[in-house]
């Protein structure tokens, strides 16, 4: 139950997850961000993880990594069919959903999505030049569902041991979805938290990380989610120096 969830939960602490990194094989043969994806494997481990949930699923890389962990569960959310494509032929584990996360349930609609960022409205003129700055020119749309974690907890009966949340710029959108879930149950987030400047709606990087320090979460920062050998994990509050840097980072909340 509640308590034993708790028991492991204080199992993952910087000193364990940096040690893991460094000395752990790798779980999945085409490795890419090595020290993320020992991290989510030591999560999934820790927490004996039976439900996991892949938002930003993209081609399903960490999906891939939940059932080469054991996880019995996956569900994996993306809009941009190139990325449902691949996603449907992954492990008959793996559920996928034509799915937008965001802070409510607002049912099938229209989205847009450009490279990996997905706008619940068609993107304004303002967007529209940004994107052109970063050579994202072209604009598609796509029919998805636009609902929340604490929606599709309550109205489908999963509850997540460990999320991975990568939605280029909508955390705090997300985040907000799932406030119930982790209050509630505390899953274990794996978190991709982007720079300032990609972050939508007001959201700062150390707001993003307050949501989760404040009801109870411990945030652990991957200095390197890229090279298992530079990188180091320390425990950080909101007002940390790492979580002001502006760079695209990894943490893992437990």
């Known amino acids: 139950g509640e308590m034993l969830h708790t028991v492991e939960r204080e199992g993952i602490d910087a000193a364990g997850l940096e040690a893991h990194i460094a000395s752990q094989p790798t779980p999945i043969a085409d490795c890419y961000e090595e020290a993320a994806t020992l991290a989510i494997s030591y999560a999934i481990q820790q927490r004996k993880a039976r ?42 584990r793996v559920t996928v959903h034509a799915a937008a996360l965001s802070d409510h349930h607002k049912g099938e609609m229209t989205v847009w999505w450009t490279g990996a960022q997905i706008f619940e409205r068609k993107p304004t003129l303002q967007q529209r030049l940004s994107l052109a700055f970063r050579r994202k020119f072209r604009i598609h749309e796509a029919r998805a569902t636009l609902t929340s974690i604490d929606h599709f907890v309550s109205a489908g009966g999963i509850m997540p041991d460990v999320i991975k949340i990568d939605v280029d710029g909508y955390e705090g959108k997300v985040l907000r979805g799932g406030s119930r879930t982790f209050e509630n149950h505390k899953p274990t987030i794996a978190l991709e938290l982007h720079q300032n400047t990609k972050l939508v709606f007001g959201d700062t990087r150390p707001g993003i990380v307050a949501m989760l320090t404040d009801i109870g979460y411990k945030a652990l920062f991957l200095t390197d989610h890229h090279d298992r050998d530079a990188c180091r994990v320390v425990e950080v509050s909101a007002d940390h120096p790492l979580v002001a840097r502006q760079e695209t980072d990894f943490l893992l909340f437990v």
């Open 51 to 92: 439900a996991f949930f892949d938002i930003g699923a993209d081609a399903g890389y960490f999906s891939r990594l939940a059932t080469a962990c054991g996880v019995d569960i996956v569900h994996a959310f993306d809009a941009r069919p190139s990325s449902l494509n691949a996603l449907r032929s992954l492990d008959e």
